[in-house]
């Protein structure tokens, strides 16, 4: 019997994909955007992700195809990269509810500040998510080839990004890959960390 296609393909501009790529860039953050956004949150980020240079367009998504189905995603960018998008796209696409994406962005001003700690020279996976069901199966790897190959392609010295800290599976994956925690956050007695950035030399 044949084995099943998995295949790793750029992502397209369109709405369709933007919606597949919002619901799994929120599964990525643990429900973050939706609280940010609210109800529309994958209309929000659908229509940003249209956009090119902001932190959620279509140029910087690679998505995972089984026989021609979505089954996951990543998305990434260089620290150079970064330093030229706006956030316009996501701002306009939010209309009314940018005051609760305000709201949000005050309240959780030391968590979204993450993205401006890119050091220069990094190569930073933004989000990766892969269906539970292919989980195990080494799609998460195949991504993680495709993400090194990317940074090195792009002239970068690091791989890097943040996880959950109470994501297991995630950092099991990442440590396997030779990534170690550089930093955690927040940095307060007697509270546990959220998130910690993981890097790897290239």
Not at 19 to 38: I, S
Not at 161 to 180: C, F, I, P, Q, T
Request: overall charge positive; charged content about 25%; hydrophobic content about 45%.
């Amino acid at each position: 019997m044949d084995q099943p296609s998995i295949v790793l393909r750029p992502a397209n501009p369109t709405l369709d994909e933007g919606m597949v790529y919002a619901r799994y860039l929120d599964q990525a953050a643990e429900g973050f955007f939706r609280f940010m956004l609210g109800s529309r949150v994958a209309d929000i980020v659908a229509a940003a992700y249209t956009q090119p240079d902001n932190n959620y367009s279509y140029q910087n998504v690679t998505f995972v195809e089984r026989d021609s189905v979505i089954v996951g995603m990543v998305s990434s960018f260089t620290a150079r990269q970064r330093l030229s998008f706006s956030d316009e796209p996501l701002k306009r696409a939010a209309g009314k509810r940018h005051v609760r994406m305000r709201t949000v962005a005050i309240l959780c001003a030391p968590l979204l500040r993450i993205l401006d700690t890119i050091a220069a020279g990094d190569f930073y996976i933004l989000a990766m998510a892969v269906d539970e069901k292919l989980r195990g199966q080494g799609v998460g790897s195949m991504l993680m080839d495709y993400m090194e190959e990317s940074a090195v392609a792009s002239g970068c010295a690091r791989l890097a990004l943040d996880v959950s800290a109470r994501n297991k599976g995630a950092r099991r994956l990442y440590e396997r890959r030779g990534m170690n925690v550089e930093s955690a956050w927040p940095k307060l007695p007697f509270i546990p960390p959220l998130f910690v950035r993981m890097t790897k030399p290239l």
